[in-house]
C-alpha cells in the first residue's frame, strides 16, 4: 500500500484555539504529520508524493465563494487595522439564506464555523496539498490499487461545501469520494473519528450515491454538538443514506466494535463499488481529547474488521493528536487492515 503525503501540508502552522472560551495550543500541529507519516513507513507503507491536481477536486464538492475565500482572506485579513494575526472569526450569522457580506469580518464569520480552524499564511496552500493526497490515492484506487492511504494534513471530516471548522478547511474525504464515483455508482464513507464527520455528512445529505457512516462520541456533550445525533437520516433523495452511531463517553474496544459491526452491515446492504475510511485515532484511550477508550489493539480489530469488506479502499487521515502511541494506532489499524483485506479480496477474485 502507498502513503501519499507532501512536506508542504507542513506549512500550516495553527498558533491556538478557543476551548471553553480560554485560548490553548492548537493541537492540531505539523508534528502530527511527522509522526503518521513515519508510522506508516514503518507499517510498510510506500511513499509517493501526490501530483498537483489544482484547485479542480476541491471545486466538485466546495463552493467557488468559499474557496475563493479560503484562498483571499489571510491577505484580506492584514489590511485590517489591529486585526489578529491569523484570521479568526468573532461574529456569525443565525440564518445562512441572507446576504452575502462584503467585510473580510462578515466573511470570517460566515465561513468559519468555530475558532478552531484559524487561517495563515499557509493554511490554503496546506489545505489544497492535502487535498491532493486524497486525490492521488482515490485515482490509484480507481484505476486497480486494492488500498491507499492519504495521510491528510490538515484533516477534512468538519469541513462543509461552503464552511470551515474544527481544524478542517477542505473535505478531504469527500474529495476523495467524489473521484471515486467518477467509476463506480456508489460509494461508502465510514467515518470512525472520534468526532462526529459533520461536514462530510453535510456534503452528501440530501445524496443516495455516496452513504454516509459515522461512530463517533454522542454529540450531546461533545464536539460538534449540534450534528451527528442518531436522528439525523438524510433529507431529500438522501434520507435513509446517513448513518451516526453516537457512543457514550469513555466506550472501550467492545462497544465500539459492536457499533462498528452495525455500520458495516449498512455498508454492505449498500453494496458500495468502493470505500472511504476517514481514519481519525482520537478515539484511543490516550488521546488528548479523552473522549473515547479505544485501545491500540482495538484499531487493529477496526481495521480488520474493516478489511473483511474487501472494497477497494481508500483511507484518509482524519484526526488523532500528539500522544505516546499515535504512530503505533496507526501500525495497529494498517496492519489489521492489510492482513484481512489481502484474504477477503483474495477469496473474491
Ligand atoms: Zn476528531
Same mark, same amino acid.
Given at each position: 500500500m502507498k502513503v501519499i503525503y507532501d512536506e508542504a501540508q507542513k506549512k500550516h502552522y495553527p498558533g491556538f484555539f478557543l476551548t471553553s472560551g480560554a485560548r490553548a495550543p492548537n493541537p $492540531? #500541529?505539523? $508534528?502530527r504529520a511527522d509522526i503518521l507519516f513515519a508510522a506508516a513507513l514503518r507499517a510498510g507503507l510506500t511513499h509517493e508524493v501526490p501530483a498537483d491536481f489544482g484547485i479542480a477536486p476541491a471545486a466538485a464538492i466546495h463552493t467557488p465563494e468559499y474557496l475563493e475565500f479560503l484562498a483571499n482572506i489571510y491577505a484580506r485579513w492584514r489590511h485590517i487595522a489591529l486585526a489578529s494575526e491569523e484570521v479568526i472569526p468573532n461574529i456569525h450569522p443565525d440564518? #445562512? +439564506?441572507g446576504a452575502y457580506p462584503l467585510s473580510a469580518v462578515g466573511q470570517a464569520g460566515y465561513h468559519?464555523? +468555530?475558532?478552531?480552524c484559524p487561517i495563515g499564511p499557509d493554511t490554503f496552500a496546506s489545505a489544497l496539498r492535502s487535498s491532493h493526497a486524497a486525490t492521488q490515492a482515490a485515482r490509484l484506487v480507481s484505476r486497480g490499487e486494492a488500498a491507499a492511504y492519504a495521510l491528510c494534513r490538515p484533516p477534512g471530516h468538519h469541513a462543509f461545501r461552503d464552511l470551515a471548522g474544527g481544524f478542517c478547511y477542505l473535505n478531504n474525504s469527500a474529495i476523495a469520494a467524489q473521484v471515486l464515483r467518477e467509476r463506480t455508482p456508489r460509494v461508502a464513507i465510514l467515518d470512525v473519528d472520534l468526532h462526529h464527520g459533520n461536514g462530510t455528512q453535510g456534503v452528501f445529505y440530501e445524496r443516495a450515491d455516496v452513504l454516509t457512516v459515522s461512530i463517533h462520541a454522542d454529540p450531546v456533550r461533545f464536539y460538534p454538538f449540534f450534528w451527528g445525533h442518531a436522528d439525523e437520516r438524510g433529507e431529500g433523495a438522501g434520507r435513509g443514506y446517513n448513518l451516526n452511531l453516537p457512543l457514550e463517553r469513555k466506550t472501550g474496544d467492545e462497544g465500539f466494535l459492536a457499533a462498528l459491526d452495525r455500520a458495516l452491515s449498512r455498508i454492505q446492504a449498500f453494496a458500495p463499488g468502493a470505500l472511504v475510511v476517514a481514519l481519525g485515532l482520537d478515539a484511543y484511550e490516550g488521546d488528548p481529547f479523552g473522549g473515547l477508550s479505544v485501545s491500540t489493539p482495538g484499531f487493529a480489530r477496526i481495521g480488520g474488521l474493516i478489511g473483511q469488506l474487501g472494497l477497494p479502499s481508500v483511507i484518509v487521515q482524519e484526526g488523532g493528536y500528539i500522544c505516546d502511541a499515535l504512530g503505533d494506532n496507526l501500525v495497529a489499524f494498517m496492519d489489521g487492515l492489510r492482513a484481512s483485506h489481502a484474504v477477503a479480496r483474495g477469496v473474491k477474485s
Open positions: $492540531e #500541529r505539523p $508534528e440564518r #445562512r +439564506d468559519m464555523a +468555530d475558532t478552531s
